[in-house]
Structures are given as C-alpha cells and as structure tokens.
Nanobody
Framework: QVHLVESGGGLVQPGGSLRLSCAAS????????MGWYRQAPGKERDLVAG???????NYADSVKGRFTISRDNAKNTVYLQMNSLKPEDTAVYYC??????????????WGQGTQVTVSS
C-alpha cells in the first residue's frame, strides 16, 4: 500500500506564494509520473501540473509561468511552487502518484487534499 501526505496549503493574499509538498511512503518499488490537480467548489478536478520520472513537466495554461512542479526522487516527494497567486487559484489541491509496489501492483494513488485560498 502507498500513503501520500500533503502539506503547505493555506490562506494567502493575491500576488503571494505558497509551496505544496506531497510525500509518498509505503511499499513502493518505483514511482513513475507525479502530479498536482485541483478542484474548486462545483467544478471538476483538473490537472494543474505533472512531472515524469525523467523530469519532463507539463502545466495547465492557466498556471504557466506562475507555478513550478519539481520532485525529489530520493524522498519520493513532489512539490508545487505557486507564485503570483490569484483568487481563481482557490481550490483543494490534490497530488497524484503513479507507483509500482513491491506486490507488483501499478496504481494511481491520491493525497487527501490541501486547501489553498487566495483572498485579500
């Protein structure tokens, strides 16, 4: 089993910054893609940013140039640095990890979500 723990959310003023972290633990053999998604009230959960095992990244158009995704493979952790935050970035942010376990199960695992609120 794989367990994800997210941290770093909170309340920030427009133009401010936050850094989200998501650490994976458990019976992990290897981790492939990692990513961040967000879901605002009444809306679907959408991809914010993704990063492959070799470090290739992709971003939603709405966050390009403001958000940066990175990973530390030694710590099985993915980060999302969010700068120039806007009120429309307000949402619950979820990390997703595609991991292969020692039982040879390949699965997408989700974090519990962390609230990000951008408001003055």
């Amino acid at each position: 089993q794989v367990h994800l723990v997210e941290s770093g959310g909170g309340l920030v003023q427009p133009g401010g910054s936050l850094r989200l972290s998501c650490a994976a633990s458990g019976s992990i053999l290897s981790i492939n893609d990692m990513g961040w998604y967000r879901q605002a009230p009444g809306k679907e959960r959408d991809l914010v940013a993704g990063i492959t095992s070799d470090g290739s990244t992709n971003y939603a158009d709405s966050v390009k140039g403001r958000f940066t995704i990175s990973r530390d493979n030694a710590k099985n952790t993915v980060y999302l640095q969010m700068n120039s935050l806007k009120p429309e970035d307000t949402a619950v942010y979820y990390c997703k990890v595609n991991a292969l376990t020692w039982a040879r199960v390949l699965w997408d695992y989700w974090g519990q979500g962390t609230q990000v609120t951008v408001s003055s």
